[in-house]
């Protein structure tokens, strides 16, 4: 089998093949650039060996891909600053550093960051027994920590499934670091994708397409009675337009969710208004599940108006 050379600048998104894969370019939340891979194909592509269908997956450099019974490429990627490789005589612009790996059990994790939290850092991994990309979250343990609680909060999540929650697949921990195991989202996230559009707001078909998963999302959780107190963390499961949303980011849920807490945590800009006043007030409190549903509405007027507006920067 011979590699062929197909170069993609991707500006926008590029289809190729009959039955076609579409390469998208992602920025995410750190800055850099993702290349995401759609397949759409009846047949499915083989990534490093292993098929993958109908799915969604990061092409990272040294990555072969091949077409089944047919051309197979090596994916390059190759830092270009603007203005470089203007024309072909120029000197070709230096290859992205290669990765490296390092083994937690059954997945292997690596040094690719997707991106970073106050609490967390999240690298793309590879579970090497269901052969499938993961997004490996790791959170520094606190000398104090009580594992045992953290792990039942864990356990709470493991037992999630709803497809527009970021799935939780396994956690490991030793003396130094949690990591969570987590379902890849390759579009990177909402806000990112909101200030990619014109005016940085989004139509109101869309609006509302993403407002119903996140809602129905919400209402998965509050129906076990868990408030996510932070659903501004939205990811894109695929890339594209009208994109199907995932929650993200648990740190800060909590079960029985229609106690009052007196602990306000979460954005400012998306605590309703008895949030506000307990972070003045000690001794007031809110409850987690309607604050979600307040937090819900600030997220559609933000699609509506632009993040530009309806967030002071
Ligand atoms: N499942 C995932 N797939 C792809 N990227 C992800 C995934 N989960 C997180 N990320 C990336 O990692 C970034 C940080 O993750 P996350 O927000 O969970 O960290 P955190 O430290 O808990 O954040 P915060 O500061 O909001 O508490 C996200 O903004 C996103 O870009």
């Known amino acids: 089998m011979s590699f062929s050379a197909l170069i993609l600048s991707i500006d926008r998104p590029v289809t190729i093949g009959r039955h ?62 603007p203005g470089h490789k203007a024309n072909i005589f120029d000197p070709t612009p230096p290859r992205e550093a290669s990765l ?9 994790v690596t040094s690719h960051c997707l991106g ?33 609680k953290v792990m039942k909060e864990v356990d709470i999540l493991l037992s999630l499934d709803h497809p527009n929650i970021n799935r939780v697949w396994a956690a490991r921990h030793d003396s130094s670091f949690l990591n969570i195991f987590l379902e890849l989202c390759t579009g990177g996230d909402l806000f990112s994708y909101i200030v990619g559009h014109k005016n940085s707001r989004l139509c ?15 209402k998965y959780l509050h129906d076990r009675l868990i408030s996510h107190r932070g659903p501004e963390n939205i990811l894109l499961h695929t890339p594209g337009p009208y994109p199907r949303i995932q929650i993200g980011d648990f740190g800060l849920a909590r079960p029985k969710a229609y106690q009052e807490t007196f602990n306000v945590c979460g954005t400012v800009s998306y605590l309703p208004p008895e949030g506000i006043l307990a972070l003045d007030h000690k001794h007031l409190g809110y409850v987690g599940m309607p604050a979600d549903c307040w937090s819900a509405g600030v997220i559609m007027y933000i699609m509506l108006a632009s993040v530009i507006t309806a967030l002071p920067l």
């Open 20 to 81: 076609p894969s579409c390469f998208y370019r992602v920025r995410p939340s750190n800055g850099g650039v993702l290349v995401s891979c759609e397949d759409f194909s009846t047949n499915g592509l083989i990534l490093n060996g292993h098929k993958i269908r109908r799915t969604s997956v990061l092409l990272m450099d040294g990555d072969i891909i091949q077409i089944p019974h047919s051309q197979k490429f090596e994916c390059v990627h190759v830092l270009k600053a």
């Open 116 to 148: 970073s939290g106050s609490f967390a850092t999240v690298h793309l991994a590879m579970d090497t027994t269901a052969y499938r990309q993961v997004a490996c979250k790791t959170i520094k343990r606190k000398n104090h920590d009580k594992i045992e």
């Open 100 to 108: 490296k790996t390092k083994r937690i059990g059954r997945y292997l």
């Open 204 to 218: 109101e078909g869309e609006t509302k397409y993403i407002m119903f998963q996140l809602l129905k999302g919400l």
